[in-house]
């Protein structure tokens, strides 16, 4: 119950990052919107860091290379999101966001990317992700 709290909460929050970003950037152009957004996100993470007392840093050797450029992906999140919310609103925005994210999701699973365990896809998550583009579909329509 306690992941499906956090995913619900991750789930506002990307969401109300999404906006707020998009209305930055009204103003300031869209990489300043991106930059500012990770800048006051690494603050915030920092000072979170530093409340809980975690200070695991010598682990920091042990993550792949590549693992440590997950945070510039975020930059990339951000444009790409604020481009899409300008030019399709949020909810369509956030619906094809998600279809996108289950559909790279079935690859990582199925190929075993990133160290996950391999899993195939069964009818019902295909038949599920069928149903959530349909529904983009139906959302398109004018």
Same mark, same amino acid.
């Given at each position: 119950m306690k992941g499906i709290v956090f995913a619900v909460l991750g789930g506002f929050f990307i969401m109300l990052q999404g906006v707020a970003n998009a209305r930055i950037s009204a103003g300031i152009g869209t990489w300043q919107a991106a930059a500012l957004t990770q800048l006051?996100?690494?603050?915030?993470? #920092?000072?979170?860091?530093?409340?809980? =007392?975690?200070?695991?840093?010598?682990?920091?050797? *042990?993550? $792949? %290379?590549?693992? /440590? +450029?997950?945070?510039?992906?975020?930059?990339?999140?951000?444009?790409?999101?604020?481009?899409?919310?300008?030019?399709?609103?949020?909810?369509?925005?956030?619906?094809?966001?998600?279809i996108a994210q289950l559909g #790279?999701?079935?690859?990582?699973?199925? =190929?075993?990317?990133?160290?996950?365990?391999?899993? *195939?896809? $069964? %009818?019902?998550? /295909? +038949?599920?992700i069928g149903i959530m583009i349909a529904g983009v579909a139906i959302l398109g329509l004018q």
């Open positions: 006051t996100g690494f603050v915030a993470a #920092l000072a979170m860091l530093l409340a809980s =007392r975690d200070a695991g840093w010598r682990e920091l050797k *042990r993550v $792949k %290379p590549l693992y /440590l +450029i997950g945070g510039a992906f975020g930059a990339v999140v951000i444009f790409s999101s604020v481009q899409a919310i300008r030019q399709n609103g949020a909810t369509m925005t956030t619906s094809v966001l998600l #790279l999701t079935f690859v990582i699973d199925g =190929r075993g990317w990133f160290g996950v365990p391999k899993r *195939r896809m $069964k %009818p019902p998550q /295909l +038949i599920g």
